[in-house]
Every structure is written in structure tokens, then in C-alpha cells.
């Protein structure tokens, strides 16, 4: 089955810098890569998702790059802001296995004003 | 905005009680998931029903009980659940059914179980 794992487990920074989240994963058929955020107490919430037949996908102050050769994909943020401190998730999913979501491990970001 | 609405949002039960959590999507979604999520912890899938058939059961405890009563509605059913059991349980729809391509999964905002 499918195997994600994700770096770093915490993260700070300072408000303004950049946060950058990495997730690997094992089963080269896995070709749908989303990322949810989850603040404390709510609900994870889609913010950005990657298919393999693209290499970058940005949104505002967000970006996903997904390199399917190494198995890897990363998220980035840009001039962090406070509001961005939540849980982070990565997830692969391929269909084959339905809409199965492997997730992460997640990333508890921090931003420091 | 929750398009995934859960009731109740907060629930104490013993553990010879039987409640029932609900889930209720109007994004005329196929497929519905129940998740069990710890503090701090990455979602665990419990069940999938694709088109108001259950599709995946990842081995729950039959503690736990799903049910579809239509394609908008997923319950589930709890009973004699041990203190190990409370977490965050989560809900969530996609697009699902016959599609070529894997869809987002929406979540809701989930019931906080908490067995005494």
C-alpha cells in the first residue's frame, strides 16, 4: 500500500519568511497529491491540490510542486502570516484505490509575529 | 461555509451507552467517509460508502457501526465504546462514484467524542 511521510513534524518562522513542507510517498500510481490545513479545533480544509500531469500549481502566497521521478511533493508559503499557523497535511491518493487519501503525518506550523 | 454538516459537535457517553453521530452533504456527493483523528494526529479512515454502499472498512471495531440511509445522509452508530475511543470523528464527501479522476474530500467540522 501506499506509504507517506512528511518533513518537518513543527516548523517556526518568523512572520513574513517563507514555510516550506515536504512529503514523499511509495506507490508510483498515486496521482492526486492534496494539501489540507487544519487550525486547532476546525476542520482540515483544502488549500491547495497538485494532479501528476503537472509539476507546479500556485494560489496566492501558496504552491505545490510535485516531482513524480524522486516521489515527492512540497508545499510552499510565502510572506507567512499568523494565520497561517495550523497543522499541515499532505495526502496521495490514486484510482485504483478509490478516493482512499493516505495522509501524512502533518506538520504543526508556526508563525511568530 | 461547511458544506459537511455533523451533529452533534460535542458528545460524553459511558460506556454502555449507544449514540449516534450524523453527517449530512447536500453537494449531491457520491461517495461519504467517516475519519477518527487523535490531537495532533493525521486523519484514520474508518469507512467509505461509495453510492450508498459501503466500499472500505479499514478493520473498525464493530463497536463502531455505519450506516447510508441515502446518498446525502451517513450516520454512525456507537456502541459500547471503550475510552480509547474519543477523538475527533470526521466526516467527509467527495464527487466520487464513476470518474476517472480523484476528487478533494470535503470535511466537516466533526464530533468530539469523549467516553467516560
Known amino acids: 500500500g501506499e506509504n507517506v511521510e512528511q518533513h518537518p513534524s513543527t516548523l517556526s518562522v518568523q512572520e513574513g519568511d517563507s514555510a516550506v513542507i515536504k512529503c514523499t510517498y511509495s506507490d508510483s500510481a498515486s496521482n492526486y497529491f492534496p494539501w489540507y490545513k487544519q487550525e486547532l479545533g476546525k476542520r482540515p480544509q483544502l488549500i491547495i491540490d497538485?494532479?501528476?500531469?503537472?509539476g507546479e500549481k500556485k494560489d496566492q502566497r501558496i504552491a505545490v510542486t510535485l516531482n513524480k521521478t524522486a516521489k515527492h511533493f512540497s508545499l510552499h508559503i510565502t510572506e507567512t502570516q499568523p494565520e497561517d499557523s495550523a497543522v499541515y497535511f499532505c495526502a496521495a491518493s490514486n484510482i485504483n484505490t478509490g478516493n482512499q487519501f493516505y495522509f501524512g503525518t502533518g506538520t504543526s506550523l508556526t508563525v511568530i509575529p | 461555509d461547511t458544506e459537511v454538516t455533523q451533529t452533534p459537535k460535542h458528545l460524553v457517553m459511558g460506556m454502555t451507552n449507544k449514540k449516534s453521530l450524523k453527517c449530512e452533504q447536500h453537494?449531491?456527493?457520491?461517495?461519504m467517509y467517516w475519519y477518527k483523528q487523535k490531537a495532533k494526529k493525521p486523519p484514520e479512515l474508518m469507512f467509505v460508502y461509495s453510492y450508498e454502499k459501503l466500499s472500505i472498512n479499514e478493520s473498525v471495531p464493530s463497536r463502531f457501526s455505519p450506516e447510508c440511509p441515502n446518498s446525502s445522509l451517513l450516520n454512525l452508530h456507537l456502541h459500547a465504546l471503550q475510552p480509547e475511543d474519543s477523538a475527533l470523528y470526521l466526516c467527509a464527501s467527495s464527487q466520487g462514484g464513476r470518474t476517472d479522476r480523484n476528487q478533494p474530500q470535503h470535511f466537516g467540522d466533526g464530533t468530539r467524542l469523549s467516553i467516560l
Open positions: 497538485i494532479r501528476s500531469n503537472v
Open positions: 453537494m449531491g456527493h457520491r461517495a
